[in-house]
């Protein structure tokens, strides 16, 4: 049993108002809210559960409240949650078997069900909580946890009617007995301290000769005196405590889940509620905000549905309201990208196979600490964006003010944010050099946008003959380069080196490796996994990322690599890529490296199926070695990075959701920029770093007290320097206001600015 302190982070009105920076070192999440599963009601309000996020609705205040592995949770994965008001205890399950008890602002991972040596899987199914224990539904069986000892008391695993273990998906207890809804159907055990309910044997078995099919079970409660057993696609059964009888109700769809309160039992069904009351009338509750209930209470103040597409929906105000905080519109991302002070975040639009998905999920915007979603659904809490399919990246013309966004079958969409306005540009727009590859069939697929340094943008059109195509908005022409190589015809990245040359990602289902052309001469060569011809490690290439020097490193299959020399490849005979060497190995050997970002220091994150790492700027050290298990990762595997270049905010796709990391680094500039300190003052229970962003390119900053005695001297990663706090020595340093003084490595460009710290 391990205890932690709960930190929560408080949203007010109905809004989740998130904080535009983090202090330096710290994580937040961005998770996507609208997916809701789960509802545990309290006295004062409700918490709401999703795969990976978990809120509460505090009525008192109308305040949001998010609760993650930032603030003490054990998981990322949440399966159920339930609310116990007799000891104020919530109870949070996951996918693997691991158990939160949150109270008194402490978290209690219960992990005996995880670390248990069971066969199936562990995912809680759903929580029963009777006279201070809950009982933990589980494709093993049932586990007891004694609320007040915090403890798995005992598990009952292996009762089914040959000893085997049988799937339970819910559990109730009716007078003196525990029933359980099972893949065999409905089974029941005396609660008797005297009887073994570890013993098979000592489990009740209801059949046709007691009137109820052995048919799986979706779900069991206790109501009006009876237990209540639903049979998807069939109908429900009351027990009376002598014989089972089929409700006068035919059931066409499956159950999500079935709750007693009060006079009434809720039924959650796919589309909508059945309301039964003690005379067995039912009624029919639907509303147009949940469309996909997947669990529904009845509580003090009202109906509360956790609705798989807009979160929490409640009518405590009279009518339906949906409250769920910012957050993308779905967890399910591909790529992220950082532009002119805003974070954009696209989903997937393709299959690993290139295939086209077909969605129209649009994209995510955060800017000033909140999210924002554009898409055509017509959902709540989105803005309207035309239905352009599988957008897959994205660049933004400054000058102009303009979005231009690749989709992987309609061709480059454009969009004015000022006014509104949308173009799309494909192979009928005059001039295209764009090709639809599916004749019969739409099937433009641009697979990546660039803006390049002449301020034109540069597409690749997947399957096209001339890879690579130039689009000048100023006078609405195209030029396109043809290549000889067969795999160049299927690029999946671009991104233009110091020198104009263009590095292209290729498809490895195809050919793979890497193009790189000039796009005025056409000049090009195929870098492949062949001594001269470019040394990869495998053709197998994931990712590629020029750093700060003008070199280009690339992420691959197996492992790192680096062209130190990238400007005159097109000139050489032989081309052949440089390890990485680190403690005498080369760098992430054997390893896939998803994605690679370079930081204000010219430092490289680097994202892997096992986790995520910072590397020094030559990288052969280790600065940090993120994973799920020693950080607020909700997953191991990294799917894309992208880094907030005024704060050096880190954003991390993982297979588990969109989180953020704000490191130690951002992109300096020749001039002090609206240098802000963070935080500040310094507060007595502030332990971290300070971050003083905004500087000049690796500043000078030197730390004095009022009299002007010199306390500290750091230097600039990039734009930002970080404080701990603390004197020479290392002492942190007492109450007061501290003269922070900043200048270039000239000593041309200079700051002054203030910290006050209390102690």
Sequence with gaps: ??????????????????????????????????????????????????????????????????????????????????????????????????????????IVEIAAIFQAPFSSSKRINHIAIHNGIAYLSAPF??????????????????IGKDGEVVQVEYSSVYQDSLFLATEEGVIAGWLDPSINLLDFTNWRRYTPAQGIPELPISAVAVFNGQVWASINS?????YNGVDWARLDYDLSVSVNAMTAGGSDLLVTLPDKLLNFDTDLQNTTIADPLFGHPQMALNGSRGLWVADSVNGLVTSVSGSFTSVFPSGPFSDSLASIHYFDHTTMALPPGYDPLRRPLVTFLGMNQFQNGEWQSFNSSNEINTNTFPAVRDLVDFTFDGGRQRYYFASYGEGILEWSPQDGSFQLLDETSAGSTLINSSPGTRNVRVSSVYLGSDGTIWATNYGNPDPLHQYDPADGSWKSLNTPFIAARYPLDIQEADNGDFWLRLDPFNGGGILVIEPQSGLQKHLIDLDGRGGLPTRDVLDL?????????????????????????????????????????????????????????????????????????????????????????????????????????????????????????????????????????????????????????????????????????????????VWDVADFQGRRVSSGVYLLYSSSADGEETFIGKIAVMN
């Design 545 to 721: 990322a020029i750093d700060r020097d003008g070199q280009v490193w690339v992420g691959t299959k197996e492992g790192v690599v680096l062209f130190p020399f990238p400007f005159d490849i097109l000139e050489r005979s032989d081309v052949d890529a440089s390890l990485v060497f680190i403690d005498g190995r080369p760098l992430l050997r054997d390893e896939a490296v998803n994605c690679i970002a370079v930081d204000g220091g010219n430092r490289k994150w680097m994202g892997t199926d096992s986790g995520l790492w910072l590397f020094s700027a030559l990288g052969d050290s280790v600065i940090y070695n993120f994973t799920a298990e020693n950080s607020p990762l909700p997953d191991n595997r990294i799917i894309d990075l992208s880094i907030d270049e005024e704060s050096g905010e880190v954003f991390i796709i993982t297979q588990g959701g969109l989180v953020s990391f704000r490191g130690t680094a951002s992109t300096g500039s020749r001039q002090h920029n609206s240098v802000a300190i963070f935080p500040n003052p310094v507060t007595k229970d502030f332990s971290g770093t300070v971050g003083i962003s905004g500087l000049t390119n690796n500043a000078i900053v030197k730390i004095a007290d009022i009299t002007g005695k010199l306390v500290t001297e750091l230097r600039a990663q990039g734009g930002t320097a």
């Design 1 to 106: 049993m391990m205890i932690r302190s709960l930190v929560i982070i408080m949203l007010s009105s109905f809004a989740a108002q998130a904080q535009e920076n983090i202090p330096i070192g710290t994580w937040r999440t961005h998770f996507g809210f609208r997916d809701a599963h789960s509802v545990a009601t309290t006295d004062n309000g409700a918490f709401c559960a999703g795969n990976n996020n978990l809120f509460f609705l505090d009525l008192q205040d109308n305040s949001l409240n998010r609760l993650s592995k930032v603030d003490g949770l054990s998981e990322s994965l949440i399966s159920t949650i339930a609310y116990d008001n007799n000891s104020s205890t919530l109870i949070v399950a996951y996918d693997n078997g691991t158990v939160d008890l949150l109270k008194d602002q402490t």
């Design 234 to 238: 069939d109908g429900f059964y009351l």
């Design 141 to 158: 069986g049932v586990a007891v946890l004694d609320l007040e000892k915090q403890e798995i008391r005992e598990a009952y695993t292996n």
